[in-house]
Nanobody, 128 residues
Framework: QVQLVESGGGLVQAGDSLRLSCAAS????????MGWFRQAPGKEREFVAG????????RYADSVKGRFAISRDNPKNTVDLQMNSLKPEDTAVYYC?????????????????????WGQGTQVTVSS
């Protein structure tokens, strides 16, 4: 089992940058592929970015490609999401999630149901 705690959310203006961080505790961090998801009011939770257990493979939603970057530091048990050129439509609660059922070198998965553990979320608000 793993516990996840997000930090770094806040209120920014369009075009600004923000860096989210997720700290994990519990079982060996490298046993999990990691993902960032977000949920805007009235919408379903959606995939934003994912990273494989080794950190060698990443995947992004089309809406954030070229603007967001996910990274992980296995010895420090953290996964970060660097968000640049933020837009008002990026406003949402952002969640860190862990997938315990993925082989070491496979790419991260994209759907909510494939992730076993979730953080409590951190609010990101982008004003126009």
């Amino acid at each position: 089992q793993v516990q996840l705690v997000e930090s770094g959310g806040g209120l920014v203006q369009a075009g600004d940058s923000l860096r989210l961080s997720c700290a994990a505790s519990g079982r060996t961090f490298s046993a999990y592929a990691m993902g960032w998801f977000r949920q805007a009011p009235g919408k379903e939770r959606e995939f934003v970015a994912g990273i494989s257990r080794s950190g060698g493979t990443t995947r992004y939603a089309d809406s954030v490609k070229g603007r967001f970057a996910i990274s992980r530091d296995n010895p420090k048990n953290t996964v970060d999401l660097q968000m640049n050129s933020l837009k008002p439509e990026d406003t949402a609660v952002y969640y860190c999630a862990a997938d315990s059922n993925l082989a070491l070198f496979l790419p991260p998965r994209l759907t909510v149901s494939e992730y076993d553990y979730w953080g409590q979320g951190t609010q990101v608000t982008v004003s126009s």
